[in-house]
Nanobody, 114 residues
Framework: VQLQASGGGSVQPGGSLRLSCSASGINFKVNTMGWYRQAPGQQRELVGNITSGGATNYSDSVKGRFSISRDNVWRKVYLEMNSLKPEDTGVYYC?????????WGQGTEVTVSS
C-alpha cells in the first residue's frame, strides 16, 4: 500500500491550497480515506475523511473552510483548504485503514504565515 500526498506549500492567511493524495495497493473505491495533520509540537489530529459512498466528516476546526473529495477512477483523494489560518500550519497526512492496518502517506507541509 502506498499513499503519496502532494500540494503543500506556504500561503498567507486567508489563502487557499489544494492537497492531493494518490493511493495504490488497495481497493480504493471501497476504502474510507482520511486527512490528518500534525502541528509542530502537537499530536496528529483528524482533519476529515470521506467514505466510499462520498459522505464526509470534518473536525470542528476546519468545518466550513475545508472540503474533501475523491476520484475513484484516478484513485485520488483531495483536500481543498480555503480561508487558511496560521493555526492550520502543519504536516498533512493522507490515511487509510486496510486489512486491519493503518497506512499513512509521507506528509506534505503547509505553512500559513504573513
Amino acid at each position: 500500500v502506498q499513499l503519496q500526498a502532494s500540494g503543500g506549500g506556504s500561503v498567507q492567511p486567508g489563502g487557499s491550497l489544494r492537497l492531493s493524495c494518490s493511493a495504490s495497493g488497495i481497493n480504493f473505491k471501497v476504502n474510507t480515506m482520511g486527512w490528518y495533520r500534525q502541528a509542530p509540537g502537537q499530536q496528529r489530529e483528524l482533519v476529515g475523511n470521506i467514505t466510499s459512498g462520498g459522505a464526509t466528516n470534518y473536525s470542528d476546526s476546519v468545518k466550513g473552510r475545508f472540503s474533501i473529495s475523491r476520484d475513484n477512477v484516478w484513485r485520488k483523494v483531495y483536500l481543498e483548504m480555503n480561508s487558511l489560518k496560521p493555526e492550520d500550519t502543519g504536516v498533512y497526512y493522507c490515511h487509510t485503514y486496510f486489512r486491519l492496518r493503518n497506512y499513512w502517506g509521507q506528509g506534505t507541509e503547509v505553512t500559513v504565515s504573513s
